[in-house]
């Protein structure tokens, strides 16, 4: 029988990781109050406060489960997210240009932030059950790849590239850290450079090559499709060393910044508390990744350790790909910053990526 007594609860608790968390979410939740205060949108913060409650509550019931859970429902839980996603093209909500929400009454679920916590669960069973074994090489990846695919573009059609480009990335660190032959890697290298030109051109839409267009030159069109990258850079300037103080940000209090309560949070923050609070956000955001990859240190087993290796992808790839479209070294695309930006499914998202880490970290004592 398998057990853990109050005590070694405590005494093994991840306090590095949640305090991490934690903290990132209480910032977070100030800066939305500042994003949306003065405006319709004021009471979003307490929303987003709802949803952290819930999250807690579906976190600490995640947090005392048996692990062998998500390994058992990795391929139910990826039917049923293959599902949603291919229903939210037909009844799917449509927001900012995107078709990604279902409808629910009470809540707007978002298949595509779920998504990604199936594919870790299904891609760890997969790896954890098989055979062959390291160095994996392309053939031995079609499995993998067939499982990622559907998902991939069920997403790329709502249209939504950065979530897409998400669920990519994670998809490609775990079977990355799985150990691929060298050989492998240096064909998939060479047919992306000869793919890459061929889908900015044929795949892509229209306003996505201009995002990549502006990217390269944001001022090509200032007050157009330039408009996103430049605001975010002026606010993030505008804080300079210790920023300009809690509800004192030009940009984000004038409105200049568009969609900064959801995309462009980070900006808000920045200008208010300028290069030293951006330090210590980046700081929290590392010691997170940290004492999460110490959990894949500690897990039982394959499955155990790449779950981990997953959730902890799921954050870092979130907040690199944010800040770098903030401050413009990487194209502005959908992608939230995690316990910051306003919205449940992330939101919940990010909490059961927490609480299963907590779980997995967590040392079991058998009798």
């Given at each position: 029988?398998?057990?853990?007594?109050?005590?070694?609860?405590?005494?093994?608790?991840?306090?590095?990781?949640?305090?991490?968390?934690?903290?990132?979410?209480?910032?977070?939740?100030?800066?939305?109050?500042?994003?949306?205060?003065?405006?319709?949108?004021?009471?979003?913060?307490?929303?987003?406060?709802?949803?952290?409650?819930?999250?807690?509550?579906?976190?600490?019931?995640?947090?005392?489960?048996?692990?062998?859970?998500?390994?058992?429902?990795?391929?139910?839980?990826?039917?049923?997210?293959?599902?949603?996603?291919?229903?939210?093209?037909?009844?799917?909500?449509?927001?900012?240009?995107?078709?990604?929400?279902?409808?629910?009454?009470?809540?707007?679920?978002?298949?595509?932030?779920?998504?990604?916590?199936?594919?870790?669960?299904?891609?760890?069973?997969?790896?954890?059950?098989?055979?062959?074994?390291?160095?994996?090489?392309?053939?031995?990846?079609?499995?993998?790849?067939?499982?990622?695919?559907p998902f991939f573009v069920l997403i790329l059609l709502q249209p939504d590239l950065g979530t897409a480009g998400v669920l990519f990335l994670v998809a490609s660190s775990i079977v990355l850290f799985m150990k691929v032959d060298w050989r492998s890697i240096l064909i998939v290298a060479i047919l992306g450079a000869v793919t890459v030109p061929i889908a900015y051109q044929f795949v892509l839409r229209d306003y996505q090559r201009d995002r990549v267009k502006?990217?390269?030159?944001?001022?090509?069109?200032?007050?157009?499709?330039?408009?996103?990258?430049?605001?975010?850079?002026?606010?993030?300037?505008?804080?300079?060393l210790a920023g300009r103080g809690h509800l004192q940000g030009t940009q984000s209090q004038l409105h200049f910044i568009p969609e900064q309560h959801t995309d462009f949070i980070f900006s808000v923050y920045a200008e208010e508390r300028g290069f030293i609070g951006s330090v210590l956000l980046v700081a929290l955001y590392i010691a997170y990744c940290i004492y999460g990859l110490r959990t894949v240190a500690l897990a039982r087993d394959k499955f155990q350790m790449l779950l981990a290796y997953g959730m902890v992808s799921i954050i870092f790839w979130h907040v690199f790909i944010n800040m770098g479209m903030v401050i413009g070294i990487l194209p502005i695309v959908?992608?939230?910053?995690?316990?910051?930006?306003?919205?449940?499914?992330?939101?919940?998202?990010?909490?059961?990526?927490?609480?299963?880490?907590l779980n997995i970290s967590r040392k079991k004592y058998i009798f």
């Amino acid at each position: 029988m398998v057990f853990q007594s109050e005590s070694n609860v405590i005494k093994t608790f991840n306090t590095g990781l949640f305090v991490s968390f934690f903290v990132t979410f209480c910032l977070g939740v100030v800066t939305l109050y500042s994003a949306t205060y003065n405006s319709s949108m004021q009471s979003l913060y307490k929303t987003q406060l709802i949803w952290f409650g819930m999250g807690l509550s579906l976190g600490l019931l995640i947090f005392f489960l048996d692990v062998q859970v998500f390994e058992k429902i990795a391929y139910p839980f990826y039917g049923i997210c293959l599902a949603l996603l291919t229903l939210v093209l037909f009844i799917g909500r449509v927001g900012g240009g995107s078709q990604r929400w279902i409808d629910l009454k009470v809540f707007h679920l978002q298949p595509s932030e779920i998504a990604k916590l199936a594919i870790v669960f299904t891609l760890a069973r997969y790896f954890a059950n098989e055979e062959k074994g390291p160095p994996y090489t392309l053939r031995s990846l079609l499995v993998p790849g067939a499982l990622v695919a559907p998902f991939f573009v069920l997403i790329l059609l709502q249209p939504d590239l950065g979530t897409a480009g998400v669920l990519f990335l994670v998809a490609s660190s775990i079977v990355l850290f799985m150990k691929v032959d060298w050989r492998s890697i240096l064909i998939v290298a060479i047919l992306g450079a000869v793919t890459v030109p061929i889908a900015y051109q044929f795949v892509l839409r229209d306003y996505q090559r201009d995002r990549v267009k502006t990217f390269l030159n944001p001022g090509r069109d200032a007050r157009g499709s330039g408009y996103n990258a430049l605001q975010c850079k002026i606010a993030v300037g505008s804080g300079q060393l210790a920023g300009r103080g809690h509800l004192q940000g030009t940009q984000s209090q004038l409105h200049f910044i568009p969609e900064q309560h959801t995309d462009f949070i980070f900006s808000v923050y920045a200008e208010e508390r300028g290069f030293i609070g951006s330090v210590l956000l980046v700081a929290l955001y590392i010691a997170y990744c940290i004492y999460g990859l110490r959990t894949v240190a500690l897990a039982r087993d394959k499955f155990q350790m790449l779950l981990a290796y997953g959730m902890v992808s799921i954050i870092f790839w979130h907040v690199f790909i944010n800040m770098g479209m903030v401050i413009g070294i990487l194209p502005i695309v959908g992608v939230g910053l995690p316990f910051f930006s306003y919205g449940g499914s992330s939101l919940m998202t990010f909490m059961v990526a927490t609480a299963i880490l907590l779980n997995i970290s967590r040392k079991k004592y058998i009798f």
